[in-house]
């Protein structure tokens, strides 16, 4: 997929699932079960990846793994949008967008947690410092897992450079996330794609006209499992008008999400969670994370097996069981 093609798509709207970290028990790469993960995402009809993310792990750069895994999804993944994660401060930040460059990656989706008392003027020469390398997704992450507070000034003057392609928004915050979509607004940006990171209310945001916009897709964690549903689910919020089944299912959605994520534990367990969906499924050996500390919370299990139960039209066990060992395979 060439830059003209990558662009198309994203403005057309896809389902880009942030790809976790396969790990064995001594919290090594275990690259048979990487490449599976990303091959699961192709053939449930993702139309990108995103890669070096949060839910891949943000330690991955400290364990030397963040070329190494973004290198397997890259051949994995060529018919689809590569998005790679981008973070810390700017000397880093460049150079990750190089690397992401060489891997044939089509942009960064740059996070800017790394700068939590960085003045305005000094976020946008970052910005702009990471946009001379390769195209930018902005990326309003929420405080709880490692983001900042973002005022509508900042949004409004990173609309204005050139080579941002989209914003994903993931504030889980009604007010922060109308402030960006009117700094896009406001910034005359029809070019620049909204792609919902709220994973508290993914339906509602697909569904809702906000002055005109629309989120045309999503970039999301909690698209990392059953993904083969959140495709169907996806294609249907672009088919059909809001109803109330398509805004009872979205409540269903956020219900899991909130076991996933383990919401009620302030996000402490939110990537333990979402592997041991897969885990469930057999994609994944274990729950493990680079972190030792970073595990269920307690109850959050019980948690997960009540969404199973309460929702099965939104699991994808049986299309994963039909196809897992054809994926696992070398």
Not at 59 to 70: K, M, N, Q, S, T
């Amino acid at each position: 997929m060439d830059s003209s093609d990558f662009r198309a798509q994203l403005q057309r709207g896809v389902v880009i699932p942030a790809h976790p970290l396969a790990l064995d028990a001594q919290r090594r790469l275990d690259e048979r079960r990487q490449r599976a993960l990303t091959r699961y995402y192709l053939a449930a009809g993702v139309g990108g990846i995103a890669v070096g993310v949060h839910t891949t792990q943000f330690a991955i750069r400290d364990a030397g793994l963040f070329e190494p895994v973004l290198a397997l999804a890259a051949e994995e993944a060529r018919s689809v949008v590569r998005i790679g994660g981008i973070c810390g401060a700017t000397k880093q930040a460049v150079a990750e967008a190089e690397t992401l460059r060489r891997l044939g990656y089509h942009a960064g989706l740059l996070s800017l947690g790394a700068l939590r008392e960085a003045e305005e003027d000094k976020l946008i020469a970052h910005c702009r410092a990471v946009a001379s390398v390769i195209p930018v997704i902005g990326f309003y992450l929420q405080p709880a897992v490692g983001g900042r507070v973002l005022p509508y000034s900042f949004w409004r003057r990173f609309a204005e450079i050139d080579a941002v392609v989209a914003i994903k928004i993931a504030a889980f915050n009604r007010y922060q996330t109308l402030d960006v979509v009117r700094a896009v607004i406001d910034a005359g940006r029809d070019d620049i794609a909204l792609y919902t990171g709220n994973d508290d209310n993914i339906v509602g945001d697909l569904l809702t006209p906000f002055w005109g916009r629309r989120f045309v897709g999503g970039l999301l964690g909690h698209w990392s499992v059953w993904t083969r549903r959140a495709v169907d689910l996806f294609d249907r919020c672009h088919r059909e008008p809001a109803s109330p089944e398509l805004l009872r299912l979205g409540v269903e959605v956020t219900d899991c999400n909130a076991a996933f994520f383990d919401a009620a534990n302030g996000f402490r367990g939110c990537i333990a969670g979402l592997h041991e969906v897969l885990r469930r499924q057999g994609l994944l050996e274990g729950t493990w994370c680079l972190d030792p500390a970073e595990t269920l919370s307690p109850g959050q299990r019980e948690e997960i097996d009540r969404v199973h139960r309460a929702y099965p039209h939104l699991n994808d066990d049986e299309f994963v069981a039909s196809h897992r060992d054809e994926w696992l395979r070398g």
